[in-house]
């Protein structure tokens, strides 16, 4: 099986609803992911009527305080899975990164969508040099972001920035920062990777590493019964998040902590078993690989690991660089 085009195949092996009612946040970001995960289900199974329910989130709501200062990932997340598990809805659309590293028992990833660029952007209004100013601004709520800009730049000073994507940049340009750090993913999929007033700078992974599932937009159900959302799977990316997710795990990181890690695939990775989250049963063919990038803060110092290991080998190459990672912490 190689992601769609398998559609008549899968509604032949496993059941396929006939109506499905699909949980996203109401910003224009969530609506867009939303639409996305709609538009490529349709291409495998036009038979199946979709229905979007809007559920807005602590995360939404308290807009004055850092997300650490609240509960973390989980606020974009928790009411979803209660929603799920009550069958007020079936499925809810995450950006990946945004997902805690524990989903609640009986849930499941059920489909992940095609990879978008992974980096980060710096903005700023059009001008402005961060490296010349005396005392720079950076308006991010990411100590990820937080760890690696200060690194680039020694005179970063960074702020909490919140709010959706166009709130961010109208902050931005109203004086509030000097810079301010976003998703390329975010800005290509909302069509503002263009504004005649700002500046981009898009951050190769070398610079700054991106969070675990930056990028991809995972769906999230009841871990059984998703068989038939295999052939609207994008096996690349459901190995690659399977691998950060599981790298995280090892490194015990949430948000509270500055952790980047990026999982590129080289090669095929065809049959994904999607609805468990891993990659189970998963056909690499030889030429697969997988290059493992790792970033992590401790007392102040930047560790960096990565390594390159065929992919059906990836566990034994995370579970190395992770423990060299925590290693170093505890020397």
């Known amino acids: 099986m190689t992601g769609q085009g398998n559609g008549a195949e899968m509604t032949q092996q496993c059941a396929v609803p006939a109506h499905i009612r699909i949980g996203t946040r109401g910003s224009a970001l969530a609506l867009v992911q939303t639409d996305m995960f709609i538009e490529r289900l349709r291409k495998v199974y036009p038979m199946i009527a979709c229905e979007k329910v809007i559920i807005k989130t602590a995360g939404d709501k308290i807009l004055d305080k850092p997300l650490m200062a609240f509960g973390g990932k989980a606020v974009f997340v928790s009411e979803f899975e209660d929603a799920i598990l009550n069958g007020t809805i079936d499925y809810a659309v995450h950006s990946a990164k945004d997902m805690p590293m524990e989903l609640a028992e009986g849930l499941a990833i059920a489909c992940v969508l095609p990879r978008e660029d992974v980096r980060d952007v710096l903005l700023t209004r059009r001008g402005t040099k961060i490296e010349e100013l005396p005392r720079a601004v950076i308006g991010t709520g990411s100590l990820r972001r937080q760890s690696q800009i200060t690194a680039l730049y020694g005179n970063v000073h960074c702020e909490s920035l919140r709010g959706n994507v166009t709130t961010r940049i109208q902050k931005l ?40 599932g930056q990028g ?38 949430g948000c509270h902590e500055a952790v980047g890690v990026y999982a590129k695939v080289k090669g095929r990775a065809d049959g994904m078993t999607a609805a468990s989250g891993v990659n189970e049963g998963a056909i690499l063919t030889p030429d697969t690989e997988l ?41």
């Open 216 to 253: 991809i937009i995972a769906v999230e159900g009841r871990a059984e019964g998703q068989e038939y959302l295999r052939a609207v799977t994008d096996e690349r990316s459901a190995l690659a998040l399977c691998v950060e997710r599981d790298i995280l795990k090892r490194l015990d990181a």
């Open 291 to 331: 290059c493992i990038r790792i970033f992590k803060e401790q007392d102040g110092v930047l560790c960096r690991r990565e390594g390159t290991v065929c992919a059906a080998q990836w566990q034994t190459l995370a579970a190395e660089l992770a423990q060299d990672i925590c290693n170093k912490g505890s020397m």
């Open 173 to 212: 340009k109203d004086g509030g920062y000097d810079g301010i750090l976003l998703a390329a993913a975010g800005l290509r999929r909302l069509g503002l990777g263009h504004d005649a007033e700002l500046s981009y700078q898009y951050l190769d992974v070398e610079k700054m590493l991106p969070a675990g």
